[in-house]
């Protein structure tokens, strides 16, 4: 139970993907990054900074806030991407994963990849809600689906980066089996019982899948009505800050 | 919750070797304890890296009800355990080099206060970057203040209950919605203030 609510997508640790793949995450990070600095105005950033600030310290809290019962954290990335924008909400996970990176809450070299795939839900979620609004014009159903939605792209995004690193995880299994003191240890285990060696010695993604998607999915439904009823509580308070048109949902 | 406030006070109040040390130096410490989890491929290596890091941590006095705070990342390392077809050899490997990852940046930060590592990083990175980093940090404080007081509005409204769920999620969202107003109306103040001190788009810490 205690890692459904992380299901949604999980902050990678330090040590456990291969180098060429995170050093890849954080030029691609920084690629994007720089697009998106490119497509707003310096005063604009420096007036929207204090906002930004705010909006990365409430996905923080979201994720140190743990609803006890069902020990839950929450992300808040879809709705800090409605308030904040594409460009805004890119530096501003950027931001969330460093400044959690610093707790242990996902490692510092792979700050690059866990900031492109919760990036992923704050971009995807603010289309997607864009889109569903001008379609069904219901806020509820529109923020729900776009946060439901968003949530399988950056889950799946968070399967392919770890698929990626497959050679790298049976480099690991095959390269200390058969030295160090430990090892040996092992290695004599192996001897008595080769062929179940053999069999468990394969890295398995499908098992990793099939653990991952069921949990997600439980992420993805809270997640996705706990965000419409933050949306609809800011729609009747300060209707503003969600720039809708003038049309009641 | 992390906690970042404790966390915050001992950095500050804590007086050891590794408080005094300059926060340049141990972030260099901090990126060579990464380069021994990267390169370091077998147990006994990390074994002994990990010992290293947990020595520093109790010879720095850092208080044992930060220790906890290692541990958490061993929850996203669990589910690689399922793509080893649970070799135990592999499940120690990660573990350890999750656990020195983990140690590391938690003694980094009880005995070096943010501020100190944002103006190191500062020489590094975009200076707007490294301002958003510190409004967060800022922000962070701000909001732990008025979750105090939305605590208490939400265990009002009957908080969160296994027989009621529906209305749990209801008084859960809101009181993030109540959040996130007051900390957007915050931010809003909080840039005015920054504009009277003549803030452009900089902090300037202390020693620049």
Same mark, same amino acid.
């Given at each position: 139970?205690?890692?459904?609510?992380?299901?949604?997508?999980?902050?990678?640790?330090?040590?456990?993907?291969?180098?060429?793949?995170?050093?890849?995450?954080?030029?691609?990070?920084?690629?994007?990054?720089? *697009?998106?600095?490119?497509?707003?105005?310096?005063?604009?950033?420096?007036?929207?900074?204090?906002?930004?600030?705010?909006?990365?310290?409430?996905?923080?809290?979201?994720?140190?806030?743990?609803?006890?019962?069902?020990?839950?954290?929450?992300?808040?990335?879809?709705?800090?991407?409605?308030?904040?924008?594409?460009?805004?909400?890119?530096?501003?996970?950027?931001?969330?994963?460093? !400044?959690?990176?610093?707790?242990?809450?996902?490692? !510092?070299?792979?700050?690059?990849?866990?900031?492109?795939?919760?990036?992923?839900?704050?971009?995807?979620?603010?289309?997607? #809600? +864009?889109? #569903?609004?001008?379609?069904?014009?219901?806020?509820? /159903?529109?923020?729900?689906?776009?946060?439901?939605?968003?949530?399988?792209?950056?889950?799946?995004?968070?399967?392919?980066?770890?698929?990626?690193?497959?050679?790298?995880?049976?480099? /690991?299994?095959?390269?200390?089996?058969?030295?160090?003191?430990?090892?040996?240890? #092992?290695?004599?285990?192996?001897?008595?019982?080769?062929?179940?060696?053999?069999?468990?010695?394969?890295?398995?993604?499908? +098992?990793? *899948?099939?653990?991952?998607?069921?949990?997600?999915?439980?992420?993805?439904?809270?997640?996705?009505?706990?965000?419409?009823?933050?949306?609809?509580?800011?729609? +009747?308070? +300060?209707?503003?800050?969600?720039?809708?048109?003038?049309?009641?949902? | 919750?992390?906690?970042?406030?404790?966390?915050?006070?001992?950095?500050?109040?804590?007086?050891?070797?590794?408080?005094? @040390?300059?926060?340049?130096?141990?972030?260099?410490?901090?990126?060579?304890?990464?380069?021994?989890?990267?390169?370091?491929?077998?147990?006994?290596?990390?074994?002994?890296?990990?010992?290293?890091? @947990?020595?520093? =941590?109790?010879?720095?006095?850092?208080?044992?009800?930060? =220790?906890?705070?290692?541990?958490?990342?061993?929850?996203?390392?669990?589910?690689?355990?399922?793509?080893?077809?649970?070799?135990?050899?592999?499940?120690?490997?990660?573990?350890?080099?999750?656990?020195?990852?983990?140690?590391?940046?938690?003694? @980094?930060?009880?005995?070096?206060?943010?501020?100190?590592?944002?103006?190191?990083?500062?020489?590094?990175?975009?200076? &707007?970057?490294?301002?958003?980093?510190?409004?967060?940090?800022?922000?962070?404080?701000?909001?732990?203040?008025?979750?105090?007081?939305?605590?208490?509005?939400?265990?009002?409204?009957?908080?969160?209950?296994?027989?009621?769920?529906?209305? &749990?999620?209801?008084?859960?969202?809101?009181?993030?919605?109540?959040?996130?107003?007051?900390?957007?109306?915050?931010?809003?103040?909080?840039?005015?203030?920054?504009?009277?001190?003549?803030?452009?788009?900089?902090?300037?810490?202390?020693?620049?």
């Amino acid at each position: 139970m205690e890692q459904e609510g992380k299901m949604s997508h999980i902050h990678f640790p330090d040590g456990v993907l291969p180098v060429w793949l995170w050093v890849s995450g954080f030029i691609v990070a920084i690629l994007v990054g720089t *697009i998106f600095f490119r497509l707003i105005k310096k005063e604009e950033l420096t007036r929207r900074l204090p906002l930004l600030g705010m909006m990365s310290a409430v996905m923080v809290l979201g994720a140190t806030v743990e609803i006890v019962p069902i020990a839950y954290h929450v992300n808040l990335t879809v709705i800090s991407g409605i308030l904040l924008g594409p460009s805004l909400i890119f530096l501003a996970t950027f931001v969330v994963n460093v !400044i959690l990176s610093l707790f242990g809450h996902g490692g !510092i070299t792979v700050i690059g990849l866990n900031t492109l795939t919760l990036s992923i839900e704050g971009v995807v979620g603010y289309f997607l #809600f +864009r889109l #569903f609004w001008k379609v069904l014009k219901r806020l509820t /159903l529109a923020i729900f689906l776009a946060t439901f939605l968003a949530l399988i792209f950056s889950t799946f995004a968070m399967i392919g980066v770890v698929s990626l690193g497959t050679s790298h995880y049976e480099e /690991l299994i095959h390269q200390e089996s058969g030295k160090g003191l430990i090892g040996l240890e #092992f290695g004599k285990e192996k001897e008595e019982h080769p062929k179940e060696g053999i069999s468990e010695k394969e890295v398995n993604l499908k +098992r990793f *899948i099939a653990i991952i998607l069921p949990l997600g999915f439980i992420g993805w439904l809270l997640e996705g009505i706990i965000t419409a009823f933050i949306c609809r509580y800011i729609y +009747r308070l +300060r209707p503003d800050l969600l720039h809708l048109e003038k049309a009641s949902p | 919750m992390i906690q970042l406030s404790y966390l915050d006070y001992v950095a500050v109040e804590k007086k050891s070797f590794l408080h005094r @040390l300059s926060p340049k130096i141990k972030i260099i410490g901090m990126v060579f304890v990464l380069f021994g989890l990267i390169t370091l491929r077998n147990v006994s290596g990390l074994l002994l890296l990990y010992g290293m890091i @947990l020595a520093l =941590f109790f010879l720095s006095r850092t208080p044992i009800r930060l =220790f906890p705070l290692t541990l958490y990342p061993l929850i996203f390392a669990i589910l690689f355990v399922f793509i080893s077809g649970f070799q135990i050899v592999f499940i120690l490997l990660i573990f350890l080099k999750v656990l020195c990852g983990s140690t590391g940046v938690v003694l @980094l930060l009880a005995t070096t206060p943010y501020p100190s590592i944002f103006s190191v990083l500062g020489r590094v990175l975009p200076s &707007s970057f490294v301002t958003a980093l510190f409004l967060t940090y800022r922000s962070i404080f701000i909001l732990l203040n008025i979750l105090e007081e939305t605590q208490q509005a939400l265990y009002l409204r009957g908080g969160f209950q296994w027989r009621h769920p529906w209305r &749990s999620l209801i008084n859960i969202s809101n009181a993030f919605g109540h959040l996130m107003i007051k900390g957007i109306d915050a931010s809003e103040k909080m840039y005015e203030s920054m504009v009277l001190r003549g803030f452009k788009n900089k902090i300037h810490y202390r020693g620049e």
